[in-house]
């Protein structure tokens, strides 16, 4: 999938929501899960901002899925207490899901 436009956007909102929830919400260490919740939906905001570019070296990735798997992850990791671990398990399976859904150049 080439460089898309809300893809780019999406990034932005999803960076610029991680920057007020570090400042909120992820304010200490105390909170392991906070953090790593916080710091999933950054992660997720600057891989759907590559997503969005058009540059040859991630042209034909399907980049998106690793952002959605981080969103996954996340929830699933708030479910069962263990956000880190969610947002790891899901930011893998996004990119096994991207891998194999990737289209050829």
Avoid: Q, Y
């Avoid at 460089?3 to 007020?20: E, K, P, Q």
């Avoid at 600057?46 to 996954?72: D, F, Y």
């Amino acid at each position: 999938m080439a460089g898309s436009r809300w893809t780019a956007v999406a990034g932005i909102v999803l960076i610029l929501g991680a920057a007020i929830g570090f400042l909120t919400v992820a304010d200490d260490l105390r909170h392991k899960g906070e953090l790593a919740g916080v710091s999933g939906v950054l992660l997720a905001g600057c891989v759907l901002l590559v997503a969005g570019r058009n540059h040859p070296a991630t042209r034909g990735l399907a980049l998106h899925w690793v952002a959605v798997g981080i969103g996954i992850g996340i929830v699933a990791g708030a479910a069962f207490d263990h956000v880190l671990a969610g947002v790891g398990g899901g930011a893998a399976l996004g990119a096994l899901k991207m891998a194999i859904s990737r289209t050829p150049h």
